[in-house]
Each structure stands twice: as structure tokens, then as C-alpha cells.
């Protein structure tokens, strides 16, 4: 069974301020972890993924995340804010075996104050 | 990259009618193709994962007979709502997963949606 639990469903921050988006997973088997961005009226978009390879992911947009086994986080991260990064932000984790079907976390809607 | 489209991209309908939503994968052959559900302000819910040629799995929950899902080729899936009532209202959105030239075979990639409003 797998599950993701992002920590909070609404974020706020101010232009040119550091993001954070949290996020923590739970996997019965080795996951990949994945962050998508969904804009209004637009498909969802893959900012980034872990596949077992180096922990630190750099996605699309200056984003990046850092996966961290032993606290099963996957916290998604951008220096600096810009307007257009207001979205709304999902966390996925898959498992390497089976249908490898997604599991979506709950969102996070990320604001931008000018 | 690859692409993911969707037919309509928002319909309307009176109760009891039947609605058609299709997905198109338009650069790549999608061997599998999942279909999602989210309701406003919340996370997508895996509704069922179709293979081409063959039955869709459906998730614990999602009434088969209602959700007819076809996934005759592969570049084309379709989703059926049967005799749509008001609580299915929602937006479906399709993803796509196969192979072809510049396409990674593991990587899902997903339609703009459907919202579907039912009167």
C-alpha cells in the first residue's frame, strides 16, 4: 500500500521569497516520487521525479525537491517566488512494481503576493 | 514533448443522458491510459487504467456499468458516462503512458480535462 500526505493545503508566500511544499509518503516498496503543478484550465505538468538515482531532484522552473528516506519526505523548493508559479501543487508516488498506478496527494494551492 | 489531448473540454447535459470524453495521445502509441476524477478544490482519484485491447481495471468504488471505458487503439481512449445524474458532475482527466520515439515508456502524461456540469 502507499499513501502521500501533503501538509498543508494552502501556502502563501511573497515574490522573490523562498517555497516550500511539504510532503511525506509511505511505501511498501522502493517508490518514485513525484511533483506536478496544475494551473487553472491547463493539464498537469511533471515539474520533477525521483527514481532512485541522486536525492536531490532539479525539476522545470527552478524547482527542486530532495528525497529523504529515513524522514520519507519528498519536499518540493524554490529560492525565489515569481507571480506565475501560482498553482496548485501535487505530490504522486508510484511503485516500482505492478500497475504503477499514481497516487496523488491532496494538493497544496501555492499563492504569490506581489 | 508528448501530448495528451482531450474532447470536449467542458460539456454540459441534462440528468439521464449519456456523455462521450475522449483522449488522445497525439505523438506517441499510449499501450496504457488511466482516467482520473477530481471535484473541485481536492486530489485526483484514479477511476480505472485501460490497456489497449483490453478490459479496464477498475478502482474499489467506481461502478463499471456507469464509467464505460474503450481503449480500441493506441492513441485513443474514450470514457463513457453513463446516465448522468448531478453527482457526476466533476472533472475527468485522462493520462497517457506508452512508447515511440522521444518518449520516455515509463513517464504518464496527461490531458487538459473535462469538466462535465449534469443538470
Known amino acids: 500500500a502507499q499513501s502521500v500526505t501533503q501538509l498543508d493545503s494552502h501556502v502563501s508566500v511573497s515574490e522573490g521569497t523562498p517555497v516550500l511544499l511539504r510532503c511525506n509518503y509511505s511505501?511498501?516498496?522502493?517508490?518514485?516520487l513525484f511533483w506536478y503543478v496544475q494551473h487553472p484550465n491547463k493539464g498537469l505538468q511533471l515539474l520533477l521525479k525521483?527514481?532512485?538515482?541522486?536525492?536531490l531532484v532539479k525539476g522545470i522552473n527552478g524547482f527542486e525537491a530532495e528525497f529523504k528516506k529515513s524522514e520519507t519526505s519528498f519536499h518540493l523548493t524554490k529560492p525565489s517566488a515569481h507571480m506565475s508559479d501560482a498553482a496548485e501543487y501535487f505530490c504522486?508516488?508510484?511503485?516500482?512494481?505492478?500497475?504503477?498506478?499514481?497516487?496523488f496527494g491532496s494538493g497544496t494551492r501555492l499563492q504569490v503576493q506581489p | 514533448g508528448a501530448v495528451v489531448s482531450q474532447h470536449p473540454s467542458w460539456v454540459i447535459c441534462k440528468s439521464g443522458t449519456s456523455v462521450k470524453i475522449e483522449c488522445r495521445s497525439l505523438?506517441?502509441?499510449?499501450?496504457?491510459m488511466f482516467w482520473y476524477r477530481q471535484f473541485p478544490k481536492q486530489s485526483l482519484m484514479l477511476m480505472a487504467t485501460?490497456?489497449?485491447?483490453?478490459?479496464?481495471?477498475?478502482e474499489q468504488g467506481v461502478e463499471k456499468d456507469k464509467f464505460l471505458i474503450n481503449h480500441a487503439s493506441l492513441t485513443l481512449s474514450t470514457l463513457t458516462v453513463t446516465s448522468a445524474h448531478p453527482e457526476d458532475s466533476s472533472f475527468y482527466i485522462c493520462?497517457?503512458?506508452?512508447?515511440?520515439?522521444?518518449?520516455?515508456?515509463?513517464?504518464?502524461?496527461f490531458g487538459p480535462g473535462t469538466r462535465l456540469t449534469v443538470l
Open positions: 493520462s497517457a503512458r506508452g512508447g515511440g520515439a522521444g518518449v520516455t515508456i515509463d513517464e504518464q502524461f
Open positions: 511505501s511498501s516498496y522502493s517508490p518514485s
Open positions: 525521483y527514481t532512485s538515482a541522486a536525492t
Open positions: 504522486v508516488v508510484r511503485p516500482d512494481t505492478g500497475r504503477r498506478a499514481l497516487t
Open positions: 505523438d506517441f502509441q499510449a499501450t496504457t
Open positions: 485501460s490497456n489497449e485491447g483490453s478490459k479496464a481495471t477498475y
